[in-house]
């Protein structure tokens, strides 16, 4: 008689009854069914080829290989273990169980594997992940507890079997395996009509619980998980391996890019290409195509096992089919999901296709099993079938599979839509790093003052600059041309290719314009020649504050020219700064394509740069020269420390001289850089790094007088022709204030030419404070000049007002003594000429050193007329008297008449107990063509120390005429 028990498919029948001989067999060959499906032969079969496919293309053909041989043997179990029939499950299944959990316990026992990530153990001839194996073990003793039928004790048994092994693999950790694995064992409990009453609360907990995970996360999986939510694909980072997937399936299309050059080296790129990020992979070489043929295999799979799931007489045969449909759905459904960035890249493969061996024997042993199920469905006698509506199958089995179906169908169509949408976007960014470019530096422009001498100019020195990974460095013929080409040795270069560090190239160079020449016909394979970026100042420090130097860009001009290049070549001080963008001209580049370490494997896009621009001064050498030489002359005799000299054109403002004492030579600062001279220079005495005629500004003193005698003329608190008592000295509220020496009565002109302290005091507390120094701010006091140089002085010009408001008080002895040039006025050498020059011409002018930038002519600036011009004869007949037989008489030894002013200041700063000495003045006085100013500190009396240099320097310009 059959025995019946009950389960939770119904009554369950054993027949143990056999049919009569003849009708048994035939039933029995009526009903024979192959060990192995060939729909899952087929489906299997599918995923291995494409997989091994996947491995040749990114050139692990060795991995291939042993992929084959791996799927081969597990073929060869699935078939085994379908021939053996159902009866050996339970033995099988606990005996995997327990193999598994010793493999994970031995796992966490070992050390710590690639960021302390331990999931791999180590057999020597092969390694085994237990976690791969635990996913089939805990299918197989769910199905054969719960298939014996429902009971709370099985139920809280077979919960206590599944949280071990994702306890376990939580510590290892892998957090993604683990959920999967938890999935699946949830699904087999659905499966397995578990009541809903206890499941629900169950799944509420677990999902309660389950960001507590995150606590067992290492840095590096937390990364991925924050890159995933927060949307980072940055080029490095954890969020680099989610782009690179991105990249690979936008860029792979239809039909794959395996036939485009970039392909091999795009590969490279993708990480974990044979594990992790195999679809990504198989769809960047092989296109959607491929991925959609990956997706249908599973679904075979998934929908034989669904099937057989609902036709299995044993409820342990259907639990275990619906267990493995599940475990391979779900996993590749994840799997896909983080290769098309749905996902935090979780690590898990899809089995078969993916690169690993426990993954598919385990599986493939699962399958033989279910086919086993399969058969032991087909040898049932129908006698003793329950009825059908006594047969209860497992629940959702159909829908699961319905479900993952339709996951696979949206992610199918997710990878078009990424193809589609953003294939353009991001082949662009997977161009942009896979790509290097290496700056090769523009000719800079020369600098030549208005008759042709250069005064900076470009070193004919060029650098060769050696790839190594495009230069066949191994190549000992080819590194010894090389050093025979450049005078070195083989071992230099050698050396210099060893101690590049992360660097693309290597500079193993410096030569010549022949050498250079030489090398560009060579044309060697990842050799560059350029212009070694060193800029020659043959006048060094004549012209050094003026020209300034060049320099590595720094934030700041990144800044002020957005499109600079990184590690470009800028001016950073002096005219080479003024005219940047001129002289610097255009650099180009050489790009290489680089692997993911960086290393140039070939060369890409190459653009030629644009030579700088020349520029072209108002500035004459030999002027400049007479003009430093009779500076330096002055400071020598008299022991001063500072001295500056300024020859400008009295009607436009173009520069013709600006000596400035003392001065750095910018031969210093261009590279290489001799970092002992640089010391040297920037602690020299005296503030060499400015320039003295635009930068230093102290006390006017009586060349002031100009500017006050100005103010006279615009608001005449005096009459010019009155002639007025002076004497010794002036006194005001109790305070007495010195003449340099008596004076006798005198009117404005002989006041100017004499230099009258006296007069001028007075003049000063008539005019009043306001007065005087508006028109001193029309005669560019206390203001920039505009010259084409940067980091200008103003000076000092003060007011009561901007007095008041620093929290002094304005004293009327501060008015009375501003009148000669002393208390609250500083200027600049380039200022008292610009205001000589003004008062002589009736117009302010702007200095003005270029004459032309490029291509363009710079046409001086539009002079701006002052409201007084046509009352200032007075003034200029006071320069006149003073330089025919005033303080500055030496001017009549020009061949032109000329008018001047001498000035002597108290400065404190002063080096001698002497006053800095000011001399300035135009010639002609009736038509003014120049204007000569000099400076010097401590240099003692105008007319004795910068009278003879400004004479110099005038009589140098009219022998040029």
Known sequence: ???????????????????????????????????????????????????????????????????????????????????????????????????????????????????????????????????????VAVVLVLATLLGQGYTRRRFLVALGLAAAPVGLIVLQPDLSTALVLAAMAAFVVILARVPLV???????????????????????????????????????????????????????????????????????????????????????????????????????????????????????????????????GVQTVVSIAANLGLAPHTGLPIPLFSYGGTAATSLLLAFGLVLAARRHTYTRWSLWDPPPERQRRPRFARVGALVLSANLFGLAYFTWHTQDVRSDELRAVSEEQMMRCLRLPAERGVIEDRNGEVLASNADQYDVRVLPGLFPDHNAGAVENLASMVDGSSDDLHDEFAGKGEELDVTVATVGPDAAAELIDADLPGVLVAPSERRDYPHGRLLGPMLGFVGVGTSEDMDRWPDLPLGATVGQAGLERQYDETLRGTDGEQCVYVDPQN???????????????????????????????????????????????????????????????????????????????????????????????????????????????????????????????????????????????????????????????????DLAWKLGADRLTTVA??????????????????????????????????????????????????ATPLQVARWTAG?????????????????????????????????????????????????????????????????????????????????????????PDVVATVYVRGGGMGSTTSGPAALEILQAYFEQQ
């Open 1 to 135: 008689m059959p025995v019946h028990t009950s389960g939770p498919w119904g009554p369950r029948v054993r027949p143990v009854l056999r049919h009569p001989p003849g009708e048994a067999t035939s039933t029995m060959k009526n009903r024979r069914v192959r060990a192995v499906d060939p729909v899952v032969l087929g489906a299997v079969l599918v995923l291995a080829g494409l997989g091994a496919l996947n491995l040749i293309t990114i050139g692990a053909s060795n991995l291939a290989l042993r992929h084959v041989v791996i799927v081969g043997g597990g073929l060869v179990v699935m078939a085994v273990a379908a021939r053996l029939g159902f009866a050996r499950l339970p033995l099988l299944a606990w005996g995997m169980y327990a193999l598994a959990l010793a493999g994970l316990l031995a796992v966490l026992a070992g050390d710590g594997g690639a960021r302390n990530a331990r999931r791999w153990l180590d057999l020597g001839i092969t390694t085994v992940q237990p976690s791969e194996l635990a996913k």
């Open 777 to 826: 701010q029309q005669l560019g006091a206390g203001e920039r000049s505009g010259i084409d140089l940067p980091a200008e002085s103003a000076g000092v010009l003060g007011t009561p007002e901007s007095v008041e408001e620093a929290g002094g008080t304005w004293y009327p002895g501060a008015t009375v003594v501003l009148g000669i040039g002393q208390g609250p006025v500083v």
């Open 599 to 761: 290393r140039p494997v070939a060369a890409a896009g190459r653009t030629d740069p644009e030579p700088g621009g020349d520029v072209h001064l108002n500035l004459d050498l030999d002027l400049q020269e007479v003009a430093n030489d009779a500076v330096a002359t002055a400071m020598e005799e008299s022991g001063g420390d500072v001295g500056a000299a300024v020859l400008m054109d009295a009607r436009t403002g173009a520069v013709l001289a600006m000596a400035g004492i003392p001065a750095y030579d910018n031969n210093v600062y261009t590279p290489p850089i001799d970092r002992d001279r640089l010391q040297e220079e920037i602690n020299a005495p005296g503030q060499p790094l400015f320039h003295q005629a635009i930068q230093h500004a102290a006390p006017p003193g009586s060349t002031f007088k100009l500017v006050t005698a100005a103010a006279n003329a615009e608001y005449e608190a005096l009459p010019p022709d009155r002639v007025v008592p002076t004497g010794a000295s002036y006194t005001l509220g109790g305070h007495t204030f010195e003449n340099w020496r008596p004076m006798p009565p005198q009117d404005l002109v002989q006041a100017i030419a004499w230099s009258n302290n006296v007069y001028f005091y």
């Open 198 to 328: 206890p499941l629900l609360p169950l799944f509420g907990a677990a999902l309660a619980v389950l960001p507590m995970a995150v606590l067992f996360l290492e840095p590096y999986q937390l990364g991925r998980l924050q890159a995933f939510v927060s949307g980072e694909r940055g080029a490095s980072g954890p969020g680099w391996a989610m782009l690179q997937a991105e990249i690979a399936v936008a860029v792979g299309g239809l039909s794959g890019s395996a036939d485009e050059p970039l392909h091999d080296l795009r590969v490279e790129y993708i990480p974990e290409a044979q594990h992790d990020l195999a679809f990504a992979s198989i769809v960047h070489s092989w296109g959607l195509l491929a991925g959609v043929a990956v997706a249908l295999a599973v679904l075979a799979l998934v929908w034989r096992a669904a099937l057989i799931s609902r036709q299995a007489q044993l409820s342990e045969g259907a639990l275990l089919a619906g267990g493995v449909a599940a475990l391979l």
């Open 839 to 927: 008062i002589a011409t009736g117009e302010m002018v702007t200095p003005q050193l270029a004459a032309s930038s490029g291509d363009e002519e710079i046409e001086p600036s539009e002079p701006e007329s002052l409201s007084f011009a046509d009352r200032l004869d007075p003034v200029r007949d006071g320069m006149r008297a003073a330089g025919s037989g005033g303080t500055a008489a030496l001017l009549n030894e020009l061949p032109v008449d000329a008018g001047g002013k001498t000035g002597s200041a108290e400065n404190p700063a002063s080096p001698t107990s002497e006053p800095d000495s000011w001399f300035t003045a135009v010639a002609p006085i009736d038509d």
